[in-house]
Each structure stands twice: as structure tokens, then as C-alpha cells.
């Protein structure tokens, strides 16, 4: 790491049809009060909106300042490879992950770049603050950082600053992901997860701090929800599978949940009505749990809540449960010839 007390910092975004938000993430990441040089690389997957052309007005507005933006390719649109690209188009010794719907809170890059030095990090991260606009979407927001929705993960609900085995985005050491050789371009979600897991395994410090937030803005749609969980699902189970020993019981409560309703329900029909106990003691508990977390919201989002919720823990699990072995086994093969942590 530079020695310097603000060493330069690159931004790599990966983006796709990130039209609405594109331009205002990119205006907060310009906006944040850091001493050292900033760049931004965007990394331009092929997007069916006007992201392209957002990103090249940024580009020219930026030109010759001390805050550039650049963009470079990601023609397989996918998130690991467009982080990649973007690490590589870039130049500074400071690594920020910014996604093109997330919003950086003031202050962010500085105490970023502090905790990389005070606590020797190879990663530091907080919390994936979500936000939502419409009614929906706050309802999703609320899901998303509530302990009944995701567990008990700090970069969602909040905790004490402390070693972490993930967080969200992240702040590297430039080095670090050298070293490490990027992200595994095979996950095609769960990439952060599994490039902090190595992270650990060589002896590196991942550092969760809850004075760093970045607003996320949830999907807009159940429809968009429930696909980003079963992919989330899907590929925590390739996780597991590649690094043998990383599954962990929260990630078994929603494919344990979706089994315990889905057995409910047949057995409650064709054995006796007690099955129905599952499904029905499932229901409670989201029901009391939007009680709970629904406070401070509008009426029509307390009501979306508990469909918001039900939708990430089953869409979640199925993605879990029906996750091919031969994706995983694709992956395994595909990087055969690396030293695999198990």
C-alpha cells in the first residue's frame, strides 16, 4: 500500500442497464471529500438502455480533471469479468467496489482508506444500506436488513466493527487482489463472497465497520426479487461445493424452510391436517416478524412486506436446493490447475 497519508484511490464499477441510477453513483463517488486522486472505471457490459451513453458524457465531463472517468469493455456482461476488466484498466494502489445502483455516504473513501492502515486489512467493508423508492421497494429494503430476512449478516443489519468473513463491496489493498488474481471469473454470483473466503485462507484481514454504508436500491419488482435470491441461492451452493467446510447454518434456514412447507403441505393433504403446522408456523412467523419490522413504514409497504419476505426465503432456498452439481463441478474444472483452499 502507498505510504503516502492518502494514497490514490481506483473505482471500478461493474454495469449493466443501469440507467436510472448510473449517472448519481458515479456523482457521489466524484462528491466524496478525499485528499488523494480519484478515478472512476466503469465497466460497460452491453446494456439494452442508455447506460453507454450516460457513461460517456461522464467521461467527457471528467476529462483533464483530477477525478477521471474512464470505461472499459465487458462484452460477456457479466459482474466477475467486469470487475476484472475494470481492475485492470485501472492504475492506483486503492481498490473501491462501487456497483452502478450503489450510492457511496459521505466520508466513505477517507475512512476507508484509514481502516486499510490502522487495522492492517486486506479488505474493509460495511453495510449494504437499502433504500427503496417505491412502496415496494421499501418493503424490500426493510427485508433486506432485518434479522428474519437475511440473518444475522452485519453488512445487513449492523453490528460492532470487527473481523468479518464477508462484507459488502469492499476497499482493497491493490496487491491483495493481485495476488489473489482477481475475482473468479466462474461466479457468476456470490464472487465477493468467494474472493474473501481465499482472501482469509491466505491469512488476510477482512474488516467490517459499520461507520461505511453504501445505499442499495433494492430490485424493483417481485418478479426481479425472486430471481436475484435463487441466484444468490444457487451459487452459495456452488460456494459450498468448491470450498468444502464454508457452509454455515444460516445459509440451510431458507432451503430448511422451503423443505418444511413444501412437506407440510402434501403431508397435510393427503396424510392428516397436524403437516399443516409447517407451513402455517412459517406463515406466523413472517406475519409477526413485518409486524415487528414494518414499523416506521407507509401502509402499503407494511403490507408488501411479508410477500417481500417470503419471496427472498423461498426463492432463495429453491435456488439452493436445485443447484446443479455439474455447475459446480464446471467450476472446479475450470480452474483445476489453481491451488483450491478446501
Given at each position: 500500500?502507498?505510504?503516502?497519508?492518502?494514497?490514490?484511490?481506483?473505482?471500478?464499477?461493474?454495469?449493466?442497464?443501469?440507467?436510472?441510477?448510473?449517472?448519481t453513483?458515479?456523482?457521489?463517488?466524484?462528491?466524496?471529500e478525499?485528499?488523494?486522486d480519484?478515478?472512476?472505471?466503469?465497466?460497460?457490459?452491453?446494456?439494452?438502455?442508455?447506460t453507454d451513453?450516460?457513461?460517456?458524457?461522464?467521461?467527457?465531463?471528467?476529462?483533464?480533471?483530477?477525478?477521471?472517468?474512464?470505461?472499459?469493455?465487458n462484452?460477456?456482461?457479466?459482474?466477475?469479468?467486469?470487475?476484472?476488466?475494470?481492475?485492470?484498466?485501472?492504475?492506483?494502489?486503492?481498490v473501491?467496489?462501487?456497483d452502478?445502483?450503489?450510492?457511496?455516504?459521505?466520508?466513505?473513501?477517507?475512512?476507508?482508506?484509514?481502516?486499510?492502515?490502522e487495522?492492517?486489512?486486506?479488505?474493509?467493508?460495511?453495510?449494504?444500506?437499502?433504500?427503496g423508492?417505491?412502496?415496494?421497494?421499501?418493503?424490500?429494503?426493510?427485508?433486506?436488513?432485518s434479522?428474519i430476512?437475511?440473518?444475522?449478516?452485519?453488512?445487513?443489519?449492523?453490528?460492532?466493527?470487527?473481523?468479518?468473513?464477508?462484507?459488502?463491496?469492499?476497499?482493497?489493498?491493490?496487491?491483495?487482489?493481485?495476488?489473489?488474481?482477481?475475482?473468479?471469473?466462474?461466479?457468476?454470483?456470490?464472487?465477493?463472497?468467494?474472493?474473501?473466503?481465499?482472501?482469509?485462507?491466505?491469512?488476510?484481514?477482512?474488516?467490517?465497520t459499520?461507520?461505511?454504508?453504501?445505499?442499495?436500491?433494492?430490485?424493483?419488482?417481485?418478479?426481479?426479487?425472486?430471481k436475484?435470491?435463487?441466484?444468490?441461492?444457487?451459487?452459495?451452493?456452488?460456494?459450498?461445493?468448491?470450498?468444502?467446510?464454508?457452509?454455515?447454518?444460516?445459509?440451510?434456514?431458507?432451503?430448511?424452510?422451503?423443505?418444511?412447507?413444501?412437506?407440510?403441505?402434501?403431508?397435510?393433504?393427503?396424510?392428516?391436517?397436524?403437516?399443516?403446522l409447517?407451513?402455517?408456523?412459517?406463515?406466523?412467523?413472517?406475519?409477526?416478524?413485518?409486524?415487528?419490522?414494518?414499523?416506521?413504514?407507509?401502509?402499503?409497504?407494511?403490507?408488501?412486506?411479508?410477500?417481500?419476505?417470503?419471496t427472498?426465503?423461498?426463492?432463495?432456498?429453491?435456488?439452493?436446493?436445485?443447484?446443479?452439481?455439474?455447475?459446480?463441478?464446471?467450476?472446479?474444472?475450470?480452474?483445476?490447475?489453481?491451488?483450491?483452499?478446501?
Amino acid at each position: 500500500m502507498d505510504a503516502t497519508p492518502h494514497p490514490a484511490v481506483s473505482v471500478i464499477m461493474p454495469v449493466l442497464n443501469e440507467s436510472r441510477h448510473l449517472r448519481t453513483a458515479v456523482e457521489r463517488i466524484l462528491e466524496q471529500e478525499y485528499a488523494g486522486d480519484v478515478e472512476v472505471v466503469i465497466a460497460l457490459g452491453p446494456s439494452t438502455d442508455n447506460t453507454d451513453e450516460i457513461a460517456a458524457h461522464l467521461v467527457e465531463e471528467t476529462a483533464g480533471t483530477s477525478r477521471e472517468v474512464h470505461t472499459v469493455p465487458n462484452p460477456t456482461g457479466r459482474t466477475p469479468a467486469a470487475l476484472n476488466a475494470a481492475i485492470k484498466g485501472s492504475r492506483f494502489p486503492i481498490v473501491v467496489r462501487v456497483d452502478g445502483h450503489g450510492l457511496l455516504t459521505p466520508g466513505y473513501i477517507a475512512t476507508a482508506v484509514r481502516l486499510l492502515e490502522e487495522k492492517g486489512a486486506a479488505n474493509v467493508g460495511g453495510i449494504m444500506n437499502a433504500e427503496g423508492e417505491t412502496e415496494w421497494e421499501k418493503a424490500v429494503a426493510a427485508a433486506m436488513t432485518s434479522k428474519i430476512g437475511v440473518g444475522n449478516a452485519a453488512f445487513h443489519t449492523g453490528g460492532e466493527a470487527a473481523p468479518a468473513d464477508t462484507v459488502y463491496l469492499g476497499v482493497f489493498k491493490r496487491e491483495v487482489l493481485e495476488r489473489q488474481g482477481g475475482y473468479n471469473e466462474e461466479f457468476i454470483r456470490a464472487q465477493d463472497w468467494e474472493l474473501n473466503y481465499r482472501i482469509r485462507q491466505d491469512g488476510g484481514l477482512i474488516w467490517f465497520t459499520p461507520d461505511l454504508k453504501v445505499t442499495y436500491r433494492p430490485r424493483p419488482s417481485v418478479r426481479a426479487l425472486a430471481k436475484q435470491y435463487k441466484d444468490y441461492g444457487r451459487w452459495r451452493r456452488v460456494v459450498t461445493r468448491y470450498h468444502r467446510g464454508s457452509v454455515n447454518l444460516r445459509y440451510l434456514a431458507p432451503p430448511a424452510a422451503l423443505l418444511g412447507c413444501a412437506v407440510g403441505l402434501v403431508a397435510g393433504v393427503a396424510l392428516t391436517p397436524a403437516a399443516f403446522l409447517l407451513p402455517g408456523g412459517y406463515a406466523a412467523a413472517i406475519l409477526l416478524g413485518s409486524a415487528k419490522e414494518g414499523r416506521g413504514l407507509s401502509p402499503a409497504a407494511r403490507a408488501q412486506l411479508p410477500l417481500a419476505l417470503a419471496t427472498m426465503h423461498m426463492s432463495w432456498g429453491w435456488g439452493f436446493l436445485t443447484s446443479p452439481r455439474s455447475l459446480a463441478n464446471k467450476v472446479i474444472a475450470s480452474t483445476a490447475g489453481d491451488a483450491r483452499p478446501e
